[in-house]
Nanobody, 111 residues
Framework: QLVESGGGFVQSGGSLRLTCATSGFFFSGSFMSWHRQAPGKERELVASITPSANAMTYADSVKGRFAISRNNTNKMVWLQMNSLKPEDSGVYYC??????WGQGTQVTVSA
């Protein structure tokens, strides 16, 4: 199970921190990722992190603004989002190993 939280409404330039709480699978051995989907658009990968957190990847559109992190003891993943832009708006999903998905949390950034 993956449960996202931390979404909300923020003005352009603001920050949000998304949290993904997990259970029921081998977390410390799983690649974790955040994805987002805007209305009328396909779901896209935003950021991913290796099981040991020794490497992270980011979509070009969020590099330098977003940071993914994890804690294998608490089985949690975070996405720190800074300098938010209206085009960052959408539903953000946490994903484990490309297999398990959360229900999503809405992020809305006003101009």
């Amino acid at each position: 199970q993956l449960v996202e939280s931390g979404g909300g409404f923020v003005q352009s330039g603001g920050s949000l921190r998304l949290t993904c709480a997990t259970s029921g699978f081998f977390f410390s051995g799983s690649f974790m990722s955040w994805h987002r989907q805007a209305p009328g658009k396909e779901r896209e990968l935003v950021a991913s992190i290796t099981p040991s957190a020794n490497a992270m990847t980011y979509a070009d559109s969020v590099k330098g603004r977003f940071a993914i992190s994890r804690n294998n003891t608490n089985k949690m993943v975070w996405l720190q989002m800074n300098s938010l832009k209206p085009e960052d708006s959408g539903v953000y999903y946490c994903c484990a190993g490309g297999v398990y998905w959360g229900q999503g949390t809405q992020v809305t950034v006003s101009a």
